[in-house]
């Protein structure tokens, strides 16, 4: 496989392992053991070693390997680890007292979610009460951020640029077990030459030694993934960015628009962001190429669009908390980054799923729990499919990180980062909100919000930083909202 090598040096976040040591081999040597114990029979469901097992049964499985649904299902977790999905209830299985049934009901199953952009001490719209905020304090933001996603079913998170390696942070407190959270694959701040990001990086990494001297750096520190932003690059900075980070087994992300974006795949960056303007020639060479591509589409709101999602979500019944209907039309507004491109975003993401370009889900806004299911939400909006948007969610992500063996598919001798849904999501993509579940490697995660925790909404609305900017937005989109604070449907 083309991204086999990305493997080698990617030890897997979240992994839980004795004396707090992350050891993938140890990993891996333990999900073959019981693969092989399975085959040899030397393991019943309840057993394999002694750990927890955890009998999901009448479930409806979607695996996202691309399969149809599998009805009425038994899905048993030991320990970390899948080891067993057969057909009909459980019945005839061992009452061993560490041995815990749940019946679901005809729940959905389906792997953890993955937001593959997020910053996640970024509050967008800006925050004034926040302008001041120590360090610190932003390094435990990032964290509630993360554990909110967990709640929402996001197991994987990628960091798409972090400062001062708050990312690295959070992965190593999650991997450690001081705290259950997502798996963190982080980032570091993004490598940018002098002016980058148009304009707005002042003291960049200019020349080839000094991009390559940035992207060392960074896996030093620990990180799993490489953020460029290319469209400033000379030629022989891209290439010095993608060669080292290749040599060092991790894989390169762009914040890009064209023509940069046509360069970058050309130049071997296995993943882009946002691709504003993305044109059919480079879909046609990301196709064929295998590069990945995460669209961000929340950054490229028009008014018809978040008129027409909202519209949507409140049918379904979504908008009951008029707290986050408000809070999440502010931050599409200040995620009108690029209206221009709206129209042509949408149908260049459905061109490059047509194309076969393996699609990723990632919010770029936070938080990551609700605004990464937006992005679901909005791809099936935008003309993508169900299934592949699931699939953008699962597997794709996991495949770009040299994971799908592991993570990314219900699958026997997998890790058990999975989801449980009511409702189909292949009927209606905004099922996935209804989460009763989640397991993140085999340990069930606590959805409710304890006594004395905020949410992580709480940071933007804090400071009634969003009166007059909200009220000017939500006229923009025609909104009106009674004394009920429900939002009246649109047109
Ligand atoms: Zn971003």
């Given at each position: 496989?083309?991204?086999?090598?990305?493997?080698?040096?990617?030890?897997?976040?979240?992994?839980?392992?004795?004396?707090?040591?992350?050891?993938?081999?140890?990993?891996?040597?333990?999900?073959?053991?019981?693969?092989?114990?399975?085959?040899?029979?030397?393991?019943?469901?309840?057993?394999?070693?002694?750990?927890?097992?955890?009998?999901?049964?009448?479930?409806?499985?979607?695996?996202?390997?691309?399969?149809?649904?599998?009805?009425?299902?038994?899905?048993?977790?030991?320990?970390?680890?899948?080891?067993?999905?057969?057909?009909?209830?459980?019945?005839?299985?061992?009452?061993?007292?560490?041995?815990?049934?749940?019946?679901?009901?005809?729940?959905?199953?389906?792997?953890?979610?993955?937001?593959?952009?997020?910053?996640?001490?970024?509050?967008?719209?800006?925050?004034?009460?926040?302008?001041?905020?120590?360090?610190?304090?932003?390094?435990?933001?990032?964290?509630?951020?993360?554990?909110?996603?967990?709640?929402?079913?996001?197991?994987?998170?990628?960091?798409?640029?972090?400062?001062?390696?708050?990312?690295?942070?959070?992965?190593?407190?999650?991997?450690?077990?001081?705290?259950?959270?997502?798996?963190?694959?982080?980032?570091?701040?993004?490598?940018?030459?002098?002016?980058?990001?148009?304009?707005?990086?002042?003291?960049?990494?200019?020349?080839?030694?000094?991009?390559?001297?940035?992207?060392r750096t960074r896996v030093q520190h620990g990180v799993s993934a490489i953020k460029i932003y290319n469209v400033e690059m000379l030629p022989d900075e891209l290439e010095a960015a993608v060669e080292t980070a290749h040599s060092l087994g991790?894989?390169?992300?762009?914040?890009?628009?064209?023509?940069?974006?046509?360069?970058?795949?050309?130049?071997?960056?296995?993943?882009?962001?946002?691709?504003?303007?993305?044109?059919?020639?480079?879909?046609?060479?990301?196709?064929?190429?295998?590069?990945?591509?995460?669209?961000?589409?929340?950054?490229?709101?028009?008014?018809?669009?978040?008129?027409?999602?909202?519209?949507?979500?409140?049918?379904?019944?979504?908008?009951?908390?008029?707290?986050?209907?408000?809070?999440?039309?502010?931050?599409?507004?200040?995620?009108?980054?690029?209206?221009?491109?709206?129209?042509?975003?949408?149908?260049?993401?459905?061109?490059?799923?047509?194309?076969?370009?393996?699609?990723?889900?990632?919010?770029?806004?936070?938080?990551?729990?609700?605004?990464?299911?937006?992005?679901?939400?909005?791809?099936?909006?935008?003309?993508?499919?169900?299934?592949?948007?699931?699939?953008?969610?699962?597997?794709?992500?996991?495949?770009?990180?040299?994971?799908?063996?592991?993570?990314?598919?219900?699958?026997?001798?997998?890790?058990?980062?999975?989801?449980?849904?009511?409702?189909?999501?292949?009927?209606?993509?905004?099922?996935?909100?209804?989460?009763?579940?989640?397991?993140?490697?085999?340990?069930?995660?606590?959805?409710?919000?304890?006594?004395?925790?905020?949410?992580?909404?709480?940071?933007?609305?804090?400071?009634?930083?969003?009166?007059?900017?909200?009220?000017?937005?939500?006229?923009?989109?025609?909104?009106?909202?009674?004394?009920?604070?429900?939002?009246?449907?649109?047109?």
């Amino acid at each position: 496989m083309r991204l086999r090598r990305f493997f080698r040096g990617i030890e897997i976040p979240g992994m839980r392992t004795e004396r707090g040591v992350r050891m993938r081999r140890t990993r891996i040597s333990r999900v073959c053991l019981a693969v092989v114990m399975m085959l040899l029979g030397l393991a019943d469901s309840s057993s394999a070693g002694g750990e927890e097992t955890t009998i999901l049964t009448n479930v409806n499985v979607i695996d996202c390997t691309g399969a149809p649904v599998q009805e009425n299902m038994t899905v048993v977790i030991t320990g970390t680890t899948i080891i067993s999905i057969t057909t009909g209830e459980a019945s005839g299985l061992s009452e061993n007292p560490s041995t815990r049934v749940v019946d679901l009901d005809g729940a959905f199953v389906l792997p953890g979610f993955w937001n593959m952009h997020s910053h996640l001490s970024e509050v967008f719209p800006d925050n004034p009460a926040l302008a001041d905020e120590p360090i610190h304090a932003r390094v435990v933001r990032a964290g509630i951020n993360a554990m909110d996603g967990l709640r929402h079913g996001f197991t994987s998170v990628r960091s798409a640029g972090e400062v001062e390696y708050i990312d690295v942070a959070w992965q190593q407190i999650f991997d450690q077990g001081f705290l259950i959270g997502p798996r963190v694959f982080a980032s570091g701040e993004a490598v940018s030459p002098t002016a980058g990001h148009r304009g707005m990086v002042a003291d960049g990494d200019d020349g080839v030694a000094a991009v390559r001297r940035a992207v060392r750096t960074r896996v030093q520190h620990g990180v799993s993934a490489i953020k460029i932003y290319n469209v400033e690059m000379l030629p022989d900075e891209l290439e010095a960015a993608v060669e080292t980070a290749h040599s060092l087994g991790v894989h390169v992300m762009t914040h890009t628009r064209e023509p940069g974006a046509y360069a970058a795949v050309a130049a071997g960056v296995d993943c882009l962001e946002h691709g504003y303007g993305l044109t059919d020639e480079t879909i046609a060479l990301m196709a064929e190429k295998g590069t990945f591509y995460d669209p961000t589409i929340i950054c490229n709101l028009s008014d018809q669009y978040i008129r027409e999602r909202e519209a949507r979500l409140a049918v379904l019944g979504h908008s009951e908390d008029t707290e986050i209907v408000r809070l999440r039309t502010a931050i599409a507004y200040a995620d009108e980054r690029s209206p221009e491109f709206a129209v042509h975003q949408r149908l260049a993401l459905v061109k490059a799923a047509e194309a076969g370009v393996k699609l990723l889900i990632g919010s770029d806004s936070m938080p990551v729990g609700e605004i990464g299911t937006l992005e679901m939400e909005q791809f099936v909006l935008s003309g993508v499919s169900e299934m592949d948007t699931l699939i953008a969610a699962t597997r794709n992500p996991a495949e770009l990180l040299g994971l799908e063996e592991m993570l990314g598919t219900v699958e026997v001798g997998k890790l058990a980062d999975l989801v449980v849904v009511k409702g189909n999501p292949l009927e209606n993509i905004s099922n996935v909100r209804n989460v009763l579940m989640v397991f993140k490697d085999g340990i069930e995660v606590d959805l409710d919000q304890k006594l004395g925790t905020a949410r992580y909404w709480d940071y933007f609305s804090s400071a009634g930083s969003m009166s007059g900017y909200l009220g000017k937005a939500e006229s923009a989109a025609g909104f009106q909202r009674g004394e009920s604070g429900s939002a009246n449907q649109p047109e």
